[in-house]
């Protein structure tokens, strides 16, 4: 009896390793997948957080080899950017100097990139976040 319970035991173990490293592998496959579509997409700017609030109109973001570009409304805006699994960290660059209609709403958003600390892609969308919650979402074009 207690060598068919043994062998029971030594089996399911082995089952249950076989699931854990397939689980692993596939967590592994999906970061990057992330990553792909995470970089080299146009991102275009569809709501600060999970609000309504206007957003600028042409806000959009790329990310490509460890830098980012893109638009803050009607300014040019770009930095250095880290990846570390879902983290994400983004660096200050430039921005062009341009007055517009929307300035304040260019300013709220290069003011939550400066906070941004993490990502999240489903489906076509980017959500990225800050101090744990969303601060902007995104669609791909």
């Not at 089952?15 to 997409?41: M, N, P």
């Not at 609000?51 to 080899?65: E, G, L, W, Y």
Request: hydrophobic share 40%; aromatic share 10%.
């Amino acid at each position: 009896m207690f060598k068919k319970s043994a062998l029971i035991l030594a089996i399911s173990l082995v089952f249950l390793g076989c699931a854990t490293a397939t689980q692993e592998t596939s967590s592994e496959s999906i970061q990057k997948q992330d990553v792909t579509r995470f970089e080299g997409t146009t991102w275009k700017l569809v709501s600060f957080g999970l609000t309504r609030m206007a957003v600028p109109k042409n806000a959009s973001i790329t990310f490509k080899d460890g830098h980012y570009s893109g638009r803050g409304g009607c300014n040019g805006v770009g930095g250095d950017y880290s990846l570390d699994g879902d983290k994400i960290k983004l660096s200050a660059g430039f921005s062009t100097m341009m007055a517009c209609d929307e300035l304040n709403l260019e300013h709220k958003y290069m003011s939550a990139l400066s906070e941004v600390d993490r990502y999240v892609i489903v489906d076509d969308m980017l959500d990225l976040y800050g101090k744990g919650h969303t601060l902007l979402r995104f669609k791909a074009e």
